[in-house]
């Protein structure tokens, strides 16, 4: 009987270690006080990441290029993957791609890149809740699962109108977007508004290239380049993506200046490209990847300025001796004074809304 009754005493505490032994929280729980489990925000981190583009897709040279820098930053310093998608129409292929990338479940962020994304974006994330989206370049407010990086293009097209002022010989500069919308309105107002606070007699004359194609049209933004140049515009900046190209090669044929957009460009045609006027949607897209990762992130809209380091212009490698030592400062100086908010830019064109 003595034998049983020990026999049944090692059992019972074999089993009560073995209930012990199970009592923490399972993987990807943690208790919070008094006992309840949540999940843990490193557990549901899979550092994969989805990201659609915009038209033109990569090897724009400028603004999808510039998102996939800031993924490629990620991959080597945070490890993660991240699957792409780039459509040839983005307002009518985006949609679909986003719900393809969010019924999978198995992304911790998707990006919508491009103002033409909004209603897209809106309807995956309004379709997935529990989806992550981040949007460049647009406001989405009202869903939880949507974050919007935007940048203050005015800001740093100021710096670029005011050095287009400065190396003008003729009073006359030129500007060239893409399609005519507020967001490349904000290139035209800012490009204007510092050519004048240069020259207040400049002559800016603005032009679009519009149709189904404006930011992938090198052609039409050649021809429309080269009328610019033939009304006396000795200094062309473009905000119209891929079509950049076209502006380039008209400036280099006819002699004159242009100024590029969103990313370094200044080594496509050297000497011709006085500067970029830079975007930093790289760092923006790094951040956000970044704060997702280490769950912070949330839906609140994220602005890049001056002031923010967001937009600017390049170092001039290229250009620095034909724009001279005192341009420079002078630019510096105009940089600081928008960072301290001496100099407001309005990111709206004058008489149009």
């Known amino acids: ?9 090692i059992m019972a505490t074999l089993v009560l270690f073995v209930a012990c032994g199970n009592s923490k929280p399972a993987e990807g729980e943690q208790k919070k006080d008094g006992g309840e489990k949540q999940v843990a925000q490193s557990a549901d981190v899979k550092k994969n990441i989805a990201v ?9 040279k400028s603004f999808n290029d510039a998102v996939f820098h800031g993924l490629e930053k990620a991959k080597a310093e945070l490890g993660i993957k991240f699957s792409e998608y780039e459509p040839k129409n983005a307002e009518s292929e ?31 994330a309004t379709a997935y809740p529990d989806q992550k989206f981040a949007i460049v370049d647009e406001t989405i407010t009202g869903l939880p699962n949507v974050t919007s990086l935007t940048f203050k293009e005015h800001e740093g097209s100021f710096l670029v109108g005011a050095l287009a002022a400065m190396m003008s010989k003729t009073g006359t500069v030129g500007f060239i977007g893409g399609m005519e919308n507020p967001v490349i309105q904000k290139f035209e107002a800012g490009f204007a508004q510092g050519a004048k606070y240069i020259n207040p007699n400049i002559k800016v004359l603005t032009v679009y290239i519009g149709g189904s194609n404006a930011f992938n049209d090198p052609a039409s933004a050649k021809t429309k380049t080269e009328t610019l140049i033939q009304q006396k515009a000795d200094v062309v900046y473009h905000a119209a993506g891929g079509s950049g190209a076209g502006v380039f090669q ?24 006085l500067t970029s006027m830079m975007k930093y949607v790289d760092v923006a897209t790094f951040n956000i990847v970044k704060d997702t990762l280490e769950g912070k992130y949330t839906n609140e809209h994220h602005e890049y300025g001056v002031k923010e380091n967001g937009v600017g212009t390049t170092n001039f490698k290229n250009t620095k ?28 064109v004058e008489g149009k809304k």
Not at 1 to 9: A, G, H
Not at 321 to 348: A, F, H, M, W, Y
Request: no cysteine; proline share 2%; charged share 30%.
């Open 1 to 9: 009987m003595r034998k049983i009754l020990t026999f049944l005493s």
């Open 250 to 273: 008209a400036a280099k044929e006819k002699n004159v200046y242009a100024i590029g957009v969103d990313s370094d460009q200044d080594d496509i045609v050297p000497g011709t490209i």
């Open 52 to 60: 659609v583009y915009s038209t033109g897709g990569k090897g724009d």
């Open 321 to 348: 001796d034909k724009i001279g030592e005192e341009n420079i400062k002078k630019l510096d100086q105009i940089k600081q004074d928008i960072s301290d908010g001496k100099i407001t830019v309005s990111p709206t």
């Open 94 to 124: 985006a949609k679909e791609a986003l719900e393809k990338f969010a019924e999978t479940g198995e992304y911790d962020l998707i990006i919508g890149v491009g103002f033409t994304m909004k209603e897209s974006v809106i309807a995956a």
